[in-house]
């Protein structure tokens, strides 16, 4: 995962770098090279660089962690790419790679979660989507700490969170939004669904901010459902 130290046995003479073999999916900011012929590691280190951004091709299934779905076999997961792209075919994309950490993701395609999640405990995401097709990521293991989506031409907004939350902004001008979260949520940008409904539940602290929350013909659900949930408008 992100962050790991990989020891690489590099058999050659002399201390030459022959090959070195990290596995494709498994990037680290900061890899440990093992630069003898014995596998010794004489403490050196490398920098990878995290990708701007990767494209999804499509090439294989409608599943995220297979490799050739991705532009140079890039798969993103833990922190090893910023910017993900989908825009190509047709169908649900399966979200199921955990601890993803994008910050943007840009899609055509709904995506829909099995056993993928975003962030982690330790490092909640920051995700800014905009979706033409909806997006359910409806695993409550997601540790998102900040969520701004915008949606577009079909489809709802459906997403499950654990952790802190801060919503930068939810719009959805073709379906209805519905957000759960184990933790408190503060809302610092617009919620609205301009065809549908918007469901908010905290099942902690609930604090809605200036920008409101608008359901232009739905019915608008917010609840803090804890025994010592706090309701702020």
């Known amino acids: ?37 014995g596998g010794r590691c004489i403490g050196r280190t490398v920098d ?17 962690s297979t490799p050739g779905n991705w ?13 993900v792209v989908i825009n190509s075919g047709s169908g649900d994309i399966t979200h199921d790679v955990a601890g993803v950490n994008i910050n943007m993701l840009n899609t055509t395609r709904r995506i829909v979660q099995s056993t993928g999640s975003f962030g982690t405990s330790a490092a909640p995401a920051q995700l800014v989507v905009t979706t033409t097709a909806g997006i359910a ?10 969520l701004s989506v915008s949606n577009s ?17 939810l719009t959805n001008t073709a379906g209805s939004i519905r957000l759960v979260n184990t933790g408190g949520v503060t809302t610092t940008g617009l919620v609205r669904a301009v ?3 918007v469901t908010i539940a905290a099942n902690s602290p609930l604090t809605i901010g200036s920008f409101g929350v608008t359901a232009d013909v739905g019915s608008v659900t917010l609840a803090a459902n804890n025994s010592d949930g706090m309701l702020t408008l």
Do not use: K, Y
Request: aromatic share 4%.
């Open 1 to 37: 995962g992100f962050g790991r130290a990989i020891s690489l046995a590099l058999a050659a003479r002399r201390a030459q770098v022959w090959a070195i073999d990290i596995e494709a999916q498994e990037l680290a900011q900061t890899v440990q090279l093992c630069l003898d012929a």
């Open 48 to 64: 990878i660089t995290r990708l701007a951004s990767v494209n999804w091709t499509g090439s294989v299934d409608n599943l995220w």
């Open 71 to 83: 532009q140079g076999l890039a798969i993103p997961d833990a922190s090893n790419v910023a910017a």
């Open 137 to 146: 990521l409806d695993n409550p293991a997601n540790h998102i700490g900040m």
């Open 153 to 169: 031409v079909s489809g709802d907004i459906s997403v499950q969170n654990t952790g802190t939350l801060d919503v930068a902004g």
């Open 195 to 197: 065809a549908g409904d």
